[in-house]
């Protein structure tokens, strides 16, 4: 099954930093901003990772839980977690097969975002996500969608 907006978003199961299996079906009920990113530690994985966690109350505020997934491994993330306080989970896709079923994988992670309503819909794509400016561009989405 392929992403599409308006249509149910892909459900996955993946372990996080803690090796825990977490599924996407887990927070119906709540917004899920799903975040796609190429490498822990990286400058710009680093950057984008720090706004999220910069403006994570902002998404409570909204509802909206944030994930973030890369082909990293659970180590890794934990890591990354714990280098830079990160307040939300990291899922470890190391055969980028959800990456593949979001159409973000070529060659590696094309850096992108999904927000996801409590239904489980994917209401927004952004595609190619410059880091800079691109946390608040989601909060502006789910602030005029709620």
């Known amino acids: 099954m392929r992403a599409e907006t308006g249509k149910q978003a892909p459900d996955f199961t993946l372990q996080n930093q803690d090796g825990k299996q977490v599924s996407l079906s887990d927070y119906k009920g709540q917004n899920v901003v799903l975040y796609f990113y190429p490498k ?30 890369s082909p990293d491994p659970v180590e890794s993330h934990q890591k990354f977690i714990d280098k830079h ?23 590696g992670i094309e850096r992108s975002t999904f927000i996801i309503d409590k239904e ?13 400016g691109h946390v608040e561009e989601a909060l502006e989405y789910l602030r005029k969608a709620s």
């Open 40 to 69: 822990d530690m990286t400058p710009g994985c680093t950057n984008e990772a720090c706004d999220f966690r910069d403006n994570k109350e902002k998404f409570s505020d909204l509802d909206a839980v944030i994930i973030g997934i």
């Open 85 to 107: 306080e990160l307040p939300f989970m990291l899922l470890a896709d190391e055969n980028h097969k959800i990456a593949e079923d979001y159409g973000v994988w070529n060659d």
């Open 120 to 132: 489980g819909n994917l209401q927004k794509e952004f595609r190619k996500v410059k880091v800079e």
